[in-house]
């Protein structure tokens, strides 16, 4: 007996077993070779019938209906659903009806992968389904999908729909809920209108290293480990910024990368620890072509994924078309709060922090501050795609000084939904200018901020060969796919968000019930009842429990002797 299986698994086991022992491989290495698919089917057949009368499908089992020597079949593959139809006689030509007697009626269940060849027809209530000629068994499944139902229009009413298991699960999620595949699928479509936009730009799609020496490009605590070969500490990337400076100092016009980063922070609905991000950086550019360049980029995404310029999210219409609105830092905060803190020192703001009831603590230098005031109290405004613009110097390490306001840097965010989509600055490319940069950050790491950026020689190293002017870009992904396909939270537009640990059920050792007094041949018997500790047994009825073991013993024909109902209360005693 297989304790921890349920009696459905342990029947599939079974049934694996006998298609063995009939000479069936349920699990065959040959390639089955597929020349039509679901969605092409029914697209299509109507209007050239010819060409599905030799037709060879794959899929995967989603219901049944059997009906004596003819049956049909739900089958399910990446493009959608299309009924077959199963006939003994076809199937089976000769004497032997085992393949549809005993594999397809008993031995096949709902989940279990088949590759089917026959013709395409229409059936008398008007469905378009495939009359199966040949059957064969591509895969068993051993675990049960849930089961999903949906009434006569297709509306799902009782579904897979708990957040932690879809996304635990997602291969069963997708499985079950396939209309959650167009998320994905408008992702994959995000990312390669961009792609093909800048390529045709003429700006090269690169790769940087993941493991870094030195965190650094961004504000935000990093993931550490440890190379034993170097003896030396490497770091998960938060950010590509460096490197990809670096290769606009090698001489590269434009350059891009879609990739990973990774900050060890907070989770909530718009933060995954890892995430993807687009990064680009263009010569001889400054931050108001950029903004530019971002309307006419964010355009053609929505016009890609939507047909038109307009996305609705939530009970808003977003405009992506360009111009997008534009507010300075200070100007936003003063119109939001009717606070002007562009001459604040820091203890000036700290006390401004707190009278706005904004939690702060002794680590925040100046810049962090107006970012907090910032966060708390602007942000959710701004719904329409907006440019923050100009930003206090402390806030920005890497961006170039404003060209006319002193204290700023030359550096916008675009701002939709109340949530950051991108970044972008004139970058640094003074030196000296950079290295006082990092050395106030070093000041502020002294202070006990993690999220400070630390000192980058060979960086340094880099900008003093020379880089010319030049603006850089890092747009969100995963939150821009959120807007596009009207997704709440982040967990919904990645494939496999990070979870806590799954917390598994606490099952007893068979000492734990023979100590009781509970025979061992009897404890897996328990265990296949559901009790898989002591105290779950004792909690229950003890009547109840002599009387399901009676049962079972009956039911998986156990040669075992029947315990009396007098030693079965001893065990709730």
């Known amino acids: 007996m297989s304790i921890g299986l349920s009696e459905l698994e342990i029947m599939r086991r079974e049934a694996l077993s006998e298609l063995r022992k009939l000479g069936i491989d349920p699990y065959p290495p040959e390639a089955f070779e597929v020349n039509v698919n679901a969605e092409d089917i029914k697209n299509n057949y109507e209007r050239d019938k010819t060409s599905y009368k030799n037709i060879r499908f794959a899929g995967r089992i989603m219901s049944r209906r059997i009906m004596g020597s003819a049956s049909f079949a739900e089958l399910q593959d990446s493009t959608g659903r299309i009924q077959a139809y199963i006939n003994r006689d076809e199937i089976c030509p000769g004497e032997d009806k085992t393949l549809y007697n005993t594999v ?86 995000v990312i390669n209108t961009m792609r093909s936009y800048f390529d045709d730009q003429g700006w090269m799609e690169v790769e940087t290293p993941i493991l870094q020496p030195i965190h650094g490009g961004a504000a935000a605590r990093p993931f550490k480990t440890h190379h034993n070969t170097l003896d030396m500490p490497l770091y998960l990337r938060i950010a590509n910024e460096l490197y990809l400076k670096r290769l606009i100092v090698a001489g590269f016009d434009g350059v891009y990368e879609f990739g990973k980063m990774f900050r060890n922070e907070g989770m909530d609905r718009t933060h995954n620890p890892e995430f993807t991000s687009m990064e680009i950086y263009v010569a001889y550019k400054d931050y108001i072509w950029m903004m530019a360049m971002v ?172 880089m010319p002017p030049t603006s850089g870009l890092g747009i969100g992904i995963d939150r821009l796919v959120m807007l596009m396909t009207d997704q709440s939270t982040i967990q919904e537009v990645l494939f496999f ?77």
Request: proline residues 4%; negative net charge; glycine residues 6%.
């Open 104 to 189: 397809f009626k008993k031995l096949l269940d709902i989940g279990d992968f088949v590759g089917v060849s026959g013709y395409v027809f229409t059936t008398k209530t008007g469905e378009i389904s495939i009359h199966v000629s040949e059957m064969k068994i591509l895969s068993k499944s051993l675990k049960p999908l849930p089961v999903v139902k949906r009434d006569d229009e297709g509306n799902i009413y009782d579904g897979f729909t708990d957040p932690e298991m879809r996304y635990r699960q997602r291969y069963v999620d997708l499985t079950v809920n396939p209309e959650y595949k167009h998320i994905f699928m408008k992702r994959s479509k």
């Open 295 to 466: 309307e006419e980029c964010l355009e053609k995404v929505a016009v890609a994924i939507h047909g038109k310029s307009t996305v609705k999210v939530g009970e808003h219409l977003i405009e992506f078309a360009g111009p997008y609105e534009k507010l300075s830092m200070y100007d936003s905060i003063k119109k939001y709060t009717g606070i002007d803190v562009s001459s604040m020192d820091e203890g000036t703001l700290k006390k401004t922090c707190k009278d706005l009831n904004i939690e702060i603590d002794d680590s925040m230098g100046r810049g962090k501050l107006i970012d907090e005031i910032f966060s708390e109290k602007v942000e959710e405004h701004l719904i329409q795609p907006t440019y923050i613009t100009d930003y206090p110097i402390e806030m920005t390490p890497l961006a170039k000084k404003h060209r006319s306001q002193e204290g700023l840097v030359e550096r916008f965010e675009l701002f939709v939904m109340g949530k950051e989509i991108a970044n972008a600055y004139t970058e640094l490319n003074d030196p000296i200018d950079q290295r006082e940069r990092f050395e106030e950050q070093l000041l502020l790491a002294g202070r006990g901020d993690e999220e400070a950026m630390a000192m980058d020689d060979d960086f340094l190293r880099a900008l003093e060969y020379g």
């Open 497 to 573: 968000p990070q979870m806590r640990p799954e917390k598994k059920a606490k099952i007893a050792s068979a000492e734990d019930f023979t100590a009781i007094g509970i025979p061992a041949e009897w404890v897996p018997v328990l265990n296949k009842m559901g009790f898989k500790t002591v105290d779950e047994l004792k909690a229950g009825n003890p009547n109840k429990v002599f009387n399901d073991l009676g049962g079972m013993r009956k039911k998986m024909k156990l040669e075992i002797t029947m315990p009396s109902k007098e030693a079965v209360m001893e065990w709730f005693n």
